[in-house]
């Protein structure tokens, strides 16, 4: 499995900004598409971004779209995701994951089409 390390988490205020890393040290991110979920108190997980292996194909959740913002940098093997006008309701734990190989970010971001995840970070929006 491949071992993915988060980072960019914090308390921030509403309104406020943050950026998240998604980082791998032992093998190139260059195959995969990337995805971030979160998991908010009580709440299940859900797909909030994805970002395909050449950065082409991007997705966002309706409740993030024209606020957040993924990219990758495969010559620093990172992901990031851009996270503006942060809102209560986006407090949570958010995770990157590996895809599958034959995965592309097209369509609904299933968890079972990734199958290596990180830690997670913990996002607090609160004032």
């Known amino acids: 499995q491949l071992q993915l390390v988060e980072s960019g988490g914090g308390l921030v205020q509403p309104g406020g900004s943050l950026r998240l890393s998604c980082a791998a040290s032992?093998?190139?991110?260059?195959?995969?598409?990337i995805g971030w979920f979160r998991r908010a108190p009580g709440k299940e997980r859900e797909g909030v971004s994805c970002?395909?292996?050449?950065?082409?194909?991007?997705n966002y959740a309706d409740s993030v779209k024209g606020r957040f913002t993924i990219s990758r940098d495969n010559a620093k093997n990172t992901v990031y995701l851009e996270m503006n006008s942060l809102k209560p309701e986006d407090t949570a734990i958010y995770y990157c994951?590996?895809?599958?190989?034959?995965?592309?970010?097209?369509?609904?971001?299933?968890?079972?089409?990734?199958?290596?995840w990180g830690q997670g970070t913990q996002v607090i929006v609160s004032s």
């Open positions: 994951a590996a895809a599958k190989l034959y995965y592309d970010c097209s369509g609904y971001q299933d968890p079972i089409d990734f199958d290596s």
């Open positions: 970002i395909s292996n050449r950065g082409g194909g991007k």
């Open positions: 032992e093998f190139s991110l260059d195959y995969y598409a």
